[in-house]
């Protein structure tokens, strides 16, 4: 009886208490007919392999025609029972992995920030230490993702590692668009909202240094040419600019599906983040099934289980795009590469990278494949004093990864601090 008495409760809740399943990965449709159809078709695709028939991909062509030579030695009845059972146990495992996400307990539980300024959906918060006198500086992460990715965990927080230093860092959380800004433009965010931010830090903190992450790079780089008094430098983090390179097949693709895009966007008012997140999964298919069956096979109460699901439910945190802005970046950006071609404007402006006369450094990520290097690269290349530097890790790894504080983290701060110094 004593026994009974002194059993430890589960750490797990009770059926009762949990929280409902998340809804990710999203779109969950799409992932699970796409993983559902790689199982179906590889057993499919057989018969034509082994007959030669397979229209291969002209680089494909020796290694498919050498897997052809291999399999005749092979027990064909033997062969395919293996190739289903491995099909549906992939299958399997990425199920597993699914709903082991969708029931894990994890659930982000930083401690608020203050705001400092509000204006419709956009906030202002402010991440410095009490009595924090070091330099300023005005984060701007991308309006199609949520702005905690820069605060994602307590181990893991560009923002508060930069407080952690001594900064007043700032930053603007965009959140989701409401009626206020259902008609608005990039100009009307950049110009508009960031523009009254920077007035804001420049009141509380004096001249900032503007830091931007992925898309919010190009907003940082937008207002810091519009607002070029008002800021000590520009920092960019895994920031495009050249949108067709090295090639231009996200172009061709985006430019392929425009009808779509356009009734979708027409019907609601907007991109909406199912139809967002279907293009990104373009970029890498295979990779959600590789990182959920990974997931399936760790312990739930793991640190990495625990990132995992911190960084997964971040992604499936998506925010929608107004329909100017949708319009803007899908067809101005990606379709006709307006910021390479020096045809990209704000406030009537022409953004130009080469018109920037402050310090600029640019963090490139040697891995991303959302937006590769070559992209990144072309940004600073005109500016006179710009400068790059590769860091380790892809688009998302630099801010979120084991080894971004050291990295990206590090070396941005310590350039900023040197900027300061400077001025």
């Not at 009886?1 to 399943?21: D, L």
């Not at 640190?303 to 795009?321: K, Q, S």
């Not at 045809?343 to 402050?358: D, M, Q, T, Y």
Request: with cysteine.
């Amino acid at each position: 009886m004593r026994n009974r008495e002194r059993q430890i409760p589960p750490i797990m809740p009770s059926r009762q208490e949990r929280p409902p399943p998340r809804p990710g990965p999203r779109p969950l449709l799409l992932h699970l007919m796409g993983q559902a159809s790689v199982a179906l078709t590889s057993q499919l695709a057989l018969p034509s392999l082994r007959n030669g028939s397979f229209a291969w991909k002209p680089q494909l062509v020796p290694a498919a025609e050498t897997l052809r030579r291999q399999l005749a030695s092979v027990d064909a009845e033997a062969f395919e029972k293996a190739l289903r059972a491995e099909a549906y146990q992939r299958l399997g495992d990425f199920l597993t992995g699914i709903e082991a996400y969708r029931r894990h307990p994890y659930h982000r539980d930083l401690p608020d920030v203050p705001v400092v300024w509000q204006e419709g959906s956009t906030r202002l918060l402010g991440y410095g230490e009490p009595g924090a006198s070091g330099p300023a500086v005005l984060v701007v992460p991308s309006l199609i993702n949520r702005g905690y990715i820069l605060d994602l965990t307590a181990k893991r927080s560009f923002l508060r590692y930069l407080a952690g230093k001594g900064m007043r860092p700032f930053l603007v959380d965009w959140d989701a668009p409401g009626a206020e800004e259902a008609d608005f433009h990039l100009t009307d965010y950049v110009d508009g909202r960031l523009g009254r931010a920077l007035e804001v830090v420049l009141a509380h903190a004096g001249r900032p240094l503007v830091v931007g992450y992925c898309m919010g790079g190009l907003l940082a780089l937008g207002i810091a040419l519009l607002r070029q008094e008002a800021v000590g430098g520009l920092g960019l983090l895994a920031t495009p600019w050249d949108f067709h390179a090295p090639s231009a097949r996200a172009a061709q693709l985006i430019e392929g599906m425009r009808p779509v895009l356009t009734d979708a966007i027409n019907q609601t008012g907007g991109l909406s983040v199912d139809l967002l997140q279907s293009l990104f999964a373009t970029v890498g298919p295979a990779g959600i099934e590789r990182k959920f069956r990974m997931f399936g096979g760790l312990k739930p109460g793991s640190v990495r289980a625990r990132d995992f699901v911190a960084l997964e439910d971040w992604l499936n945190d998506g925010v929608p795009l107004v329909r100017g802005v949708a319009e803007e970046c899908l067809f101005g950006w990606y379709v006709e590469n307006q910021p390479a071609r020096g045809e990209w404007r704000l406030a009537g402006e022409i953004i130009s990278p080469a018109a920037f006369r402050k310090p600029c450094l640019s963090l490139v990520p040697a891995a991303d494949r959302i937006v590769p290097p070559q992209s990144a690269l072309a940004l600073t290349s005109t500016m006179s004093k710009g400068r790059h530097r590769l860091v380790a890790g892809g688009h998302i790894g630099m801010m979120t990864g084991r080894n971004a504080k050291a990295d990206a983290y590090a070396h941005m701060a310590k350039w900023i601090f040197h900027v300061k110094g400077e001025s």
